[in-house]
């Protein structure tokens, strides 16, 4: 078993835009509540219906959003002049549509997480380790964590933990369980910087090489309520 802490907590309301840094949150069956729960459908003819991420367009990284009150409630977007819209603002399509340079339509629905309703946990040795195997920063936000966490482990360790891993953060038990949880496979979203202005293929390469193209674990919620920063973390791999 290994301990530590809540280093930080993360929620991105919208997919694939820039999120917000909290200081507490609640968890439940949808994973952190509130993450991902809107998104952004792409309207071009060979894509029609499908969700947009970074991965067909990394200019959704100069758009942030937050939420201003509850996170059952409408998320607030900015754009990348700074300007605050409401998701409700029946203007805010044609605002990304003209920014993005594709037709968009905007959809709520919860667990629009890649792998469903889960949460992504990363750890803050292994980010460091990382850095240090690489000889640059290498910024969280990359990775589009839920939880970071301070932990005891050896870096790299949770590469390794399979079914049946959990971990009692606060009130909240995670365990990796279902489909698609445990070590979290990397897509190319992460070798681009988090405002999207400039591309590190190196980082993608490395840890294909070096890593398998594992960082973080895909968790799901099995016991809900609220995390705080600087609760404590028990973590028992499988």
Request: aromatic content about 8%.
């Amino acid at each position: 078993m290994f301990s530590g802490s809540v280093a930080q907590l993360h929620r991105w309301p919208v997919k694939s835009l820039r999120g917000e840094q909290v200081g507490a949150a609640p968890f439940d069956d949808r994973g952190m509540v509130g993450d991902r729960a809107h998104a952004l459908i792409d309207l071009r003819p060979k894509r029609q219906g499908k969700r947009l991420t970074v991965r067909q367009n990394q200019e959704l990284l100069s758009w942030r959003s937050a939420y201003r009150g509850s996170p059952e409630e409408s998320p607030t977007l900015y754009g990348p002049d700074g300007q605050a819209w409401s998701w409700r603002d029946p203007a805010l399509p044609a605002a990304l549509s003209d920014s993005l340079g594709l037709p968009v339509e905007l959809r709520t629905e919860d667990g629009q997480q890649d792998r469903g309703p889960t949460v992504h946990v990363t750890i803050e040795t292994s980010r460091l380790a990382l850095e240090n195997e690489l000889g640059a920063g290498v910024e969280l936000d990359r990775f589009r964590p839920n939880l970071h966490l301070r932990l005891d482990a050896p870096a790299f360790a949770e590469q390794e933990w399979g079914e049946g891993t959990t971990f009692t953060v606060g009130d909240v038990i995670l365990e990796v369980v279902g489909d698609r949880a445990g070590p979290c496979v990397r897509c190319a979203v992460p070798s681009w910087d988090p405002a999207g202005r400039e591309r590190w293929p190196k980082l993608q390469t490395w840890l294909i090489e070096q890593h398998g193209n594992k960082f973080g674990l895909i968790m799901r919620v099995t016991r809900p309520g609220v995390i705080r920063a600087g609760d404590a973390v028990w973590a028992q791999p499988q």
